[in-house]
């Protein structure tokens, strides 16, 4: 059977004459996201930003599964309803462009896509959802979730929701995190769930059940597979999910 392909956004710099020059646009991504999906069986795909809806279609087509990353700036604000109440970096608007119109695609044709960190942000964003700006000044209490040591190490703990596809695919009720974010989700829209908190209650998972394999994670399990098993397994049902023969799309009911 062939390895499925598995396309990786990856995070983007816009052109820019700053210096009154036009420089070069560039595409960039960790290897750690590939190397992850190479060891859990799949084939790494690196995509470009496109926002043409035609060329999306086409590239899922060809496509088994998507990974969103969590490199790069944040959501800008206004594509949420909000307006900007701390200082951060906006993502550009191509690669926002972007990444909605894979997700927004991707869960029409039923095909697994795994978010991680911003990329789960993003995927909840797609879908009409909201998120905290700042967790420090909005989340009473909050743990840290921008952890001082390495990324490969674990800091917290997440409590895991019983009868989600993510309970499934860890096979236990809380799992050791790590954590490099100071934004998370806020209003989840109806066609999510939550699948995981954190201990102050910050959502820390969110998945579709009406898909075959549509999980976002506020973790970096790219960091952690290999050592640890349950981060593994995230990838692993990945690939699994994006090797399964495909189905036909789905139709969803007005407003799914």
């Known amino acids: 059977m062939p390895k499925p392909l598995i396309g990786i956004a990856p995070d983007f710099?816009?052109?820019?004459?700053?210096?009154?020059?036009?420089?070069?646009?560039?595409?960039?991504?960790?290897?750690?996201?590939?190397?992850?999906?190479?060891?859990?069986?799949?084939?790494?795909?690196?995509?470009?930003?496109?926002?043409?809806?035609?060329?999306?279609?086409?590239?899922?087509?060809?496509?088994?599964?998507?990974?969103?990353?969590?490199?790069?700036?944040?959501?800008?604000?206004?594509?949420?309803?909000?307006?900007?109440?701390?200082?951060?970096?906006?993502?550009?608007?191509?690669?926002?462009?972007?990444?909605c119109a894979l997700v927004i695609q991707a869960r029409k044709r039923n095909l697994p896509v795994l978010g991680i960190c911003g990329g789960m942000q993003l995927m909840t964003v797609a879908l009409?959802?909201?998120?905290?700006?700042?967790?420090?000044?909005?989340?009473?209490?909050?743990?840290?979730?921008?952890?001082?040591?390495?990324?490969?190490?674990?800091?917290?703990?997440?409590?895991?929701?019983?009868?989600?596809?993510?309970?499934?695919?860890?096979?236990?009720?809380t799992v050791q995190v790590n954590s490099s974010h100071h934004q998370a989700v806020k209003a989840v829209p109806r066609t999510l769930k939550v699948s995981a908190s954190a201990p102050d209650g910050v959502i820390e998972a969110v998945e579709d059940p009406s898909r075959r394999f549509f999980l976002g994670v506020q973790w970096h399990p790219e960091y952690l597979y290999g050592r640890y098993p349950a981060h593994s397994a995230i990838f692993e049902a990945l690939i699994s999910a994006a090797a399964q023969p495909r189905r036909s799309s789905i139709h969803p009911r007005p407003g799914a």
């Open 128 to 173: 009409g959802g909201t998120l905290i700006q700042d967790i420090d000044e909005q989340v009473e209490d909050a743990l840290q979730h921008r952890m001082a040591g390495p990324a490969t190490a674990v800091c917290h703990p997440v409590r895991v929701v019983p009868g989600t596809q993510l309970s499934g695919i860890l096979g236990r009720r």
């Open 13 to 99: 710099n816009p052109a820019s004459d700053r210096r009154g020059s036009e420089s070069e646009a560039t595409i960039f991504l960790r290897n750690r996201y590939v190397a992850a999906v190479e060891a859990a069986g799949g084939i790494p795909v690196i995509l470009p930003i496109v926002t043409n809806p035609a060329l999306c279609a086409a590239l899922l087509k060809s496509l088994d599964g998507l990974l969103l990353t969590g490199s790069g700036p944040d959501i800008d604000p206004r594509r949420y309803g909000e307006r900007q109440r701390f200082k951060f970096k906006v993502m550009s608007p191509e690669r926002a462009d972007s990444e």
